[in-house]
């Protein structure tokens, strides 16, 4: 079965240091997610993309996270500078196009950041 | 604005015993509903959907939820519990087109042999 595929699993990172994850969603999902879920929480959504374009980044703290698809597929998550309180996993998943009411989202396992 | 409120953090059942899960939901449009599975060090699983279809709806691995309009409630059962089943379950609400899927807190489920 197709997977949604991240990287790297685990980050270390000192605070204000630049950090980047990658996402690379199941080929035709055009409908890709970021989320964050802290430890013993459910997962928040922090950007959303339909294809190149972002749909939802009404959660994204804009001040330091930026988010790109820049051709539709794969997608980079970046956090400049990093703080503690940025400590979580950060998931992704993608499913097909908005409007397709049966599509459930398909989640990566995951990178855990821890900063220091 | 849609949501869901987990019930207890944490359940804890014996292998072989009913496991029930409860969500509750808010949501101002005809909602579809989820549950997740996660274990540790993972992403989400789906464990099954509602899309307005029947009201009950069985998933994997002998997991089903029924949706009540009337008390917004959409729980997970399990007749039997195994000790594989240990892990955190996740209930979600979305609209019609998935942009505003929104994730409860999470059930943290034990199994004890």
């Known amino acids: 079965e197709a997977e949604v595929a991240q990287s790297p699993r685990y980050k270390i990172t000192e605070k204000s240091q630049a950090v980047a994850f990658w996402c690379d969603p199941i080929s035709g999902h055009a409908t890709l997610y970021w989320y964050r879920q802290i430890l013993g929480q459910g997962p928040e959504l922090l950007v959303q993309?339909?294809?190149?374009?972002?749909?939802?980044d009404s959660q994204l703290p804009k001040d330091r996270f930026s988010a790109e698809r820049l051709k539709g597929v794969d997608s980079t998550l970046k956090i400049q500078p990093a703080e503690l309180g940025d400590s979580a996993m950060y998931l992704c998943?993608?499913?097909?196009?908005?409007?397709?009411?049966?599509?459930?989202?398909?989640f990566g396992n995951g990178t855990r950041l821890t900063v220091t | 604005a849609q949501s869901v409120t987990q019930l207890g953090s944490h359940v804890s059942v014996s292998e072989g015993a009913l496991v029930l899960l409860r969500c509750n939901y808010s949501?101002?449009?005809?909602?579809?509903l989820f549950w997740y599975v996660q274990y540790p060090n993972q992403g989400l699983q789906l464990l099954l959907k509602?899309?307005?279809?029947?009201?009950l709806v069985k998933g994997i691995n002998g997991f089903e939820a029924e949706f009540k309009k009337s008390e917004t409630s959409f729980h997970l059962t399990k007749p039997s519990a195994h000790m594989s089943d240990a892990a955190e379950y996740f209930c979600a609400v979305s609209s019609y087109n998935n942009n505003d899927m929104r994730f409860g807190a999470g059930t943290r489920l034990t199994v004890k042999p």
């Open positions: 949501s101002s449009v005809p909602p579809y």
């Open positions: 509602y899309t307005s279809a029947a009201t």
């Open positions: 998943a993608s499913s097909l196009a908005s409007g397709r009411t049966n599509s459930p989202l398909h």
């Open positions: 993309f339909q294809d190149e374009s972002v749909v939802d």
